[in-house]
């Protein structure tokens, strides 16, 4: 049985924590290959929030949604560590 795409989107998208990891880690990125890395980052501590959500009982305990979380969350996270990336202003010494 597959998990239901609207729970899926609404703990990939209603996540602070993929914006946080992603937006966060997209501005430290010194070269734009490190968007990927912070997306990757940002599904995880996406999927670690929503596994948080499901041990405190704020969503139903169903597991089988983490795998989905996780990607829904690195893809939501690249788009955040693009945006993190392209708004950080890069002085004359960063390289």
């Not at 703990?11 to 490190?34: C, E, F, V």
């Not at 405190?56 to 788009?79: D, E």
């Amino acid at each position: 049985m597959p998990p239901d795409l609207k729970d899926v989107l609404l703990l990939t998208i209603m996540n602070p924590a993929t914006l946080a990891a992603g937006y966060l880690i997209g501005r430290m990125a010194d070269q734009p290959q490190k968007i990927v890395i912070g997306g990757f980052a940002a599904g995880i501590a996406g999927a670690l929030f929503a596994w948080l959500l499901m041990l405190t009982g704020f969503y139903p305990p169903k597991v089988r949604l983490l795998g989905g979380v996780f990607v829904g969350s690195a893809l939501a996270g690249i788009a955040w560590a693009w945006i993190g990336y392209a708004v950080h202003r890069r002085g004359s010494g960063d390289r």
